[in-house]
């Protein structure tokens, strides 16, 4: 790779389900976001390469009754942006629910509370469309077969063009199972470009699928098909649901992700041209590439999400998101730096999945080291806290306060299909109350934990494999936890926090 070159995945973490607009010589992204609060997370670049998290457009999941507790596979499915009207608009679909937007002025807001389009089970992967050329407006979305008993298929309807409400029943415009071969048609972005309605949209499932396009005359069909990206020869497994954007001075691009198990859905930059036939090509004639040159666009300095966290005055950075909504109190702000987090009572505390109250950021794709310093204050018996690898299965390393007063190191973990975590190994004193807590993290999102409690670092446990959720990648994980009881049961101060390339 040299400077004139860049390599994939352009975002190498869990930004799942990506769609990207142009406005002026920006790009922005947003993604899936499930049921961790904020949602819709909003990055910023100007050279489709070096990403930057600015914002999330979605504060708080409603309805909120719906999300005191983790749904970690509900919420914010497969978002679509577009700006239209001086506004940036972000549809979704909540497979509860039904279809939701919100829109905002400017990207960092404000944006309206989440407006319910459509009511309905199994509504998923909205995308609308504003037809400069008629004034009309469109919405293409597909279907959940758990909530709905419907998949393999598109529906499309007439859309207000205040982006308020659908004006009709809609009608299927792409049944997947009328082409040969195809199954879980998902995912769909909607297009007009050189006179033809197009879709962008995935088939054959998230870890062996491809990339469709679907072009016709007129938005409600006939559609021709045809299969744009394929793994073929590379190692790029399933390349999957994205989004085209296009330069100021004319180049095509396409974002899309890549499954890969704990790492969740990564996202991989794709050149694109338009063939001889009118068809988009994508990648190196079909194929995902792995190494590129740059888009034609000025040169910017190399950008990522952040990850550290110093938590000033005891505020944490746009990285980090709740399992859940979250609760005033569960995080103190203060004069130093450092997160304090209460200690909050649960019967739920030998389980960090059913937990709400865990402050969670994603798993890096590549190796790296995870650290941070944790001093446990509360005075209460049982009460906890700790650094977390959650997934299916989950490890937590960290400080427990026993009965008698001591605090000692902990290194706890649950496999997938237990329904309460065990010591991964001995727990020993921690005399000051504090402790270094390091996770590192190999190939194959294999985590080996250690910990300084001031005699220097020592490794405890075995290797934990990282494991996903449904749909969701694993997640690295703050908390502090106490009992069921009354009163306040004190705090955990985490401060330092780092993640570093191995």
């Given at each position: 790779?040299?400077?004139?070159?860049?390599?994939?995945?352009?975002?190498?973490?869990?930004?799942?389900?990506?769609?990207?607009?142009?406005?002026?010589?920006?790009?922005?992204?947003?993604?899936?976001?499930?049921?961790?609060?904020?949602?819709?997370?909003?990055?910023?670049?100007?050279?489709?390469?070096?990403?930057?998290?600015?914002?999330?457009?979605?504060?708080?999941?409603?309805?909120?009754?719906?999300?005191?507790?983790?749904?970690?596979?509900?919420?914010?499915?497969?978002?679509?942006?577009?700006?239209?009207?001086?506004?940036?608009?972000?549809?979704?679909?909540?497979?509860?629910?039904?279809?939701?937007?919100?829109?905002?002025?400017?990207?960092?807001?404000?944006?309206?509370?989440?407006?319910?389009?459509?009511?309905?089970?199994?509504?998923?992967?909205?995308?609308?469309?504003?037809?400069?050329?008629?004034?009309?407006?469109?919405?293409?979305?597909?279907?959940?077969?758990?909530?709905?008993?419907?998949?393999?298929?598109?529906?499309?309807?007439?859309?207000?063009?205040?982006?308020?409400?659908?004006?009709?029943?809609?009608?299927?415009?792409?049944?997947?199972?009328?082409?040969?071969?195809?199954?879980?048609?998902?995912?769909?972005?909607?297009?007009?470009?050189?006179?033809?309605?197009?879709?962008?949209?995935?088939?054959?499932?998230?870890?062996?699928?491809?990339?469709?396009?679907?072009?016709?005359?007129?938005f409600f069909g006939p559609y021709e098909e045809k299969i744009v990206l394929d793994q073929e020869n590379t190692d790029v497994n399933g390349p999957h649901q994205g989004g085209w954007v296009r330069t100021p001075s004319g180049e095509d691009w396409f974002l899309h992700f890549q499954q890969r198990g704990a790492y969740g859905r990564?996202?991989?930059?794709?050149?694109?041209?338009?063939?001889?036939?009118?068809?988009?090509?994508?990648?190196?004639?079909?194929?995902?590439?792995?190494?590129?040159?740059?888009?034609?666009?000025?040169?910017?300095?190399?950008?990522?999400?952040?990850?550290?966290?110093?938590?000033?005055?005891?505020?944490?950075?746009?990285?980090?998101?709740?399992?859940?909504?979250?609760?005033?109190?569960?995080?103190?702000?203060?004069?130093?730096?450092?997160?304090?987090?209460?200690?909050?009572?649960?019967?739920?505390?030998?389980?960090?999945?059913?937990?709400?109250?865990?402050?969670?950021?994603?798993?890096?794709?590549?190796?790296?080291?995870?650290e941070v310093e944790l001093r446990l204050d509360s005075e209460e018996a049982g009460a906890r806290a700790g650094l977390a690898v959650l997934g299916d299965a989950f490890c937590w390393i960290g400080l427990q306060r026993g009965a008698d007063g001591t605090v000692h190191l902990v290194h706890r973990f649950a496999e997938a299909v237990?329904?309460?975590?065990?010591?991964?190994?001995?727990?020993?004193?921690?005399?000051?109350?504090?402790?270094?807590?390091?996770?590192?993290?190999?190939?194959?999102?294999?985590?080996?934990?250690?910990?300084?409690?001031?005699?220097?670092?020592?490794?405890?446990?075995?290797?934990?494999?990282?494991?996903?959720?449904?749909?969701?990648?694993?997640?690295?994980?703050?908390?502090?936890?106490?009992?069921?009881?009354?009163?306040?049961?004190?705090?955990?101060?985490?401060?330092?926090?780092?993640?570093?390339?191995?």
């Open positions: 790779m040299t400077a004139q070159t860049y390599r994939n995945p352009v975002l190498d973490a869990d930004w799942s389900d990506p769609d990207v607009v142009r406005v002026g010589d920006d790009f922005y992204l947003t993604a899936s976001s499930f049921g961790r609060a904020p949602g819709l997370p909003l990055l910023h670049s100007r050279d489709l390469v070096n990403w930057a998290l600015v914002g999330h457009a979605l504060e708080r999941l409603e309805p909120e009754e719906e999300f005191t507790s983790p749904r970690h596979d509900c919420g914010v499915w497969a978002p679509s942006i577009r700006h239209h009207d001086d506004r940036f608009w972000i549809f979704w679909g909540d497979p509860d629910q039904g279809v939701f937007q919100v829109n905002a002025p400017a990207i960092r807001g404000p944006w309206t509370r989440p407006h319910l389009v459509k009511e309905g089970k199994g509504l998923i992967d909205p995308c609308p469309l504003w037809d400069d050329e008629t004034g009309e407006a469109y919405l293409v979305h597909a279907w959940a077969k758990s909530r709905s008993g419907i998949k393999n298929r598109l529906t499309g309807h007439r859309m207000h063009p205040d982006g308020t409400e659908l004006l009709d029943e809609g009608k299927v415009i792409v049944d997947g199972d009328r082409i040969p071969g195809w199954f879980t048609l998902e995912g769909p972005k909607l297009y007009k470009h050189d006179g033809w309605f197009w879709i962008f949209a995935p088939a054959g499932g998230v870890e062996t699928g491809w990339q469709g396009a679907f072009r016709s005359r007129g990564v996202v991989h930059l794709q050149p694109m041209r338009w063939g001889p036939d009118g068809w988009p090509v994508l990648g190196d004639d079909g194929a995902p590439v792995a190494v590129h040159r740059r888009p034609d666009l000025p040169p910017q300095p190399p950008t990522a999400p952040a990850t550290d966290d110093d938590f000033p005055g005891g505020r944490y950075g746009r990285q980090w998101q709740w399992t859940a909504n979250p609760h005033d109190g569960w995080a103190t702000q203060h004069s130093g730096d450092g997160l304090r987090l209460t200690c909050v009572r649960s019967a739920d505390t030998h389980d960090l999945r059913k937990l709400s109250n865990v402050l969670t950021q994603r798993l890096p794709g590549m190796p790296c080291t995870v237990a329904e309460r975590e065990r010591d991964a190994d001995h727990p020993r004193p921690a005399p000051e109350g504090r402790a270094r807590l390091r996770i590192d993290i190999g190939p194959g999102a294999r985590c080996r934990f250690s910990y300084d409690i001031g005699e220097g670092p020592r490794p405890t446990g075995p290797v934990f494999a990282a494991t996903p959720w449904r749909w969701v990648g694993a997640l690295l994980g703050l908390f502090a936890l106490a009992p069921v009881g009354k009163g306040h049961a004190g705090a955990a101060t985490f401060t330092q926090f780092r993640i570093s390339a191995s």
